[in-house]
């Protein structure tokens, strides 16, 4: 007889923000490899940032800490889904709409992997928007108290 094991939520979690990845390097035309790159150049700037003039030890305890960590690529994961992927889609598709004369207009796509792409997904993803992030700060006051 066959056991059917069941999906933690964890790896449900981690599924998802795999193909989110994958998605997301489809669209910007770039290996998985130099997406995590940036990411992680994030979140090391981020650290940075908020602990600047602060001995080595104590931003290490942060970098080096898988809950902030989680905390983090859940973010990024959910800012790909909630603002990059919809808004990457929709652009990408080339659509036609009726002016204000009633004629048809044609709106280019911009290109998988365009510079403005890759821009705006930078732009979502920096460290200094995060610093500006009130829910994102919550979250990671949060974590400082739990590290």
């Known amino acids: 007889m066959k056991t059917l094991t069941k999906k ?3 790896a449900k979690v981690r599924q998802a923000n795999r193909e989110g990845i994958q998605q997301v390097c489809h669209l910007l035309q770039c290996s998985e490899q130099d997406y995590c790159n940036y990411i992680f150049d994030q979140y090391c700037k981020f650290i940075e940032d908020r602990y600047k003039g602060f001995p080595d030890v104590v ?8 809950v902030f960590r989680g905390v983090f690529n859940n973010a990024v994961a959910s800012r790909d889904e909630a603002e990059f992927i919809p808004f990457a889609v929709d652009v990408t598709e080339e659509i ?3 002016n204000s004369s009633g004629d048809l207009d044609v709106i280019e796509a911009i290109p ?8 705006e997904w930078m732009q979502i993803h920096s460290y200094k928007r995060l610093l500006m992030d009130d829910q994102f700060i919550n979250q990671f006051e949060h974590c400082l108290n739990l590290i």
């Open 96 to 98: 036609t709409i009726v």
């Open 59 to 66: 931003a290490n305890k942060i970098l080096f800490s898988p």
């Open 112 to 119: 998988l992997g365009g510079d403005y792409l890759v821009y």
């Open 8 to 10: 933690t939520h964890i």
